[in-house]
């Protein structure tokens, strides 16, 4: 059971749009900590994706984008490409676990 | 050019350690904290803390706290990551992270370290 929760699974035409939730607590992504997200492929490491709710690291497409509001944060993706396909992640700060928490990771299907 | 390279795999009995070590380059090794993160097969990401090379301090995840000690050698820029008493459910792959500048996000990871337990 992850601290922040992520819906297992979404799906998208090429084109289309799509958003992926994470939902916390008053304890992390509503306690004043920025949630960061990450592209995973297959047998890769983790890649940051956006960071400080909404900011993308050099070399991120614009397609890709990000907010927050309270105990809620959204990773936004338009003009869904097939090369979009991976597991996403979401991850904040935890003020009781006084630590890093993830959610459990969305698994974008590119129809 | 900034990388983080992590050792070979492993594979341990139950109840054994484990080192794995994560050797920095392309940035002042000093000026930032070194995550450490775990995925079982199939499972998501679990944060087990971090080191902070400038003045050796640490965070560890409450639930792995007893068991996982992190050290540096600053000489080499390598940082380490102990697991003790390991269980056939510790069996993942572990990353090490650079520090984006917050102490829990990171934005450059190393390859990963498949770490396996089994009798």
């Known amino acids: 059971q992850s601290v922040l929760t992520q819906p297992p699974s979404v799906s998208g035409a090429p084109g289309q749009r799509v958003t992926i939730s994470c939902t916390g607590s008053?304890?992390?992504?509503?306690?004043?900590?920025?949630v960061h997200w990450y592209q995973q492929f297959p047998g890769a490491a983790p890649k940051l994706l956006i960071y400080?709710?909404?900011n993308r690291p050099s070399g991120v497409p614009d397609r890709f984008s990000g907010s927050k509001a309270d105990t809620s944060a959204s990773l936004t993706i338009i003009g869904l490409q097939p090369e979009d396909e991976a597991v996403y992640f979401c991850?904040?700060?935890?003020?009781?676990?006084?630590?890093?928490?993830f959610g459990g990771g969305t698994k974008l299907t590119v129809l | 050019q900034l990388q983080l390279v992590q050792s070979g795999a492993a594979v341990k009995k139950p109840g054994a350690s484990v080192r794995v070590s994560c050797k920095a380059s392309?940035?002042?090794?000093?000026?930032?904290?070194i995550h450490w993160v775990r995925q079982a097969p199939g499972q998501g990401l679990d944060w087990l803390g971090f080191?902070?090379?400038?003045?050796?301090?640490?965070i560890y995840a409450q639930k792995f706290q007893g068991r996982v000690t992190m050290t540096m050698d600053t000489s080499t820029k390598t940082v380490f990551m102990d697991l003790s008493s390991l269980r056939p459910d510790d069996t993942a792959v572990y990353f090490c992270?650079?520090?984006?500048?917050?102490?829990?996000?990171?934005?450059?990871w190393g390859q990963g370290t498949t770490v396996t337990v089994s009798s």
């Open positions: 400080g709710n909404r």
């Open positions: 008053w304890s992390n992504l509503g306690g004043g900590f920025d």
């Open positions: 392309g940035y002042d090794f000093t000026n930032y904290c």
């Open positions: 991850q904040s700060n935890d003020r009781s676990l006084n630590g890093a928490v």
């Open positions: 992270g650079r520090d984006i500048g917050d102490y829990y996000g990171a934005d450059v």
């Open positions: 080191i902070n090379p400038r003045d050796n301090s640490r």
